[in-house]
């Protein structure tokens, strides 16, 4: 025998008028879009070269700071080994993703002060 099937059944229906026309989308902006080609975005980028440059001064500094050379002697034998700390090894990894980020950026803000240029509108048909 089959289960009696149970669905929902819509009680009301409303039909509102739906606004059809020019009266849709909004009139178009006739100001001009802002350019991309800035060559103060040339400044921008060479500051963040120094700031990548001082990131991987950090780098190195945070990276020396984890690491310490250890040192045991009893009697004839001696050990060496490192001891690793985390904290400055994680700042090391945090401050190369952001020396990279920045570098990738800086790209970006040259080509955007060099090679970007207006483009000329298309003629409507």
Known sequence: MLAPQ?????????DLPQPTGADLWPPEDARPSPRLHK???AVVGAVEL?????AIWGV????????V?????YGETTLESQRNFGGPLAGAIGLGV???????D?????????RTKARKPKPKD
């Open 69 to 73: 050379p250890v040192r045991i002697t």
């Open 60 to 67: 190195f500094a945070c990276w020396k700071a984890g690491v």
């Open 39 to 41: 060559p103060l975005r």
């Open 50 to 54: 120094i700031l990548a440059a001082f």
């Open 98 to 104: 952001l020396a990279a980020i920045l570098v990738v």
């Open 6 to 14: 149970s669905h929902e059944k819509l009680l009301i229906v409303i």
């Open 106 to 114: 800086a790209i970006r803000q040259f080509l955007l002060a060099v």
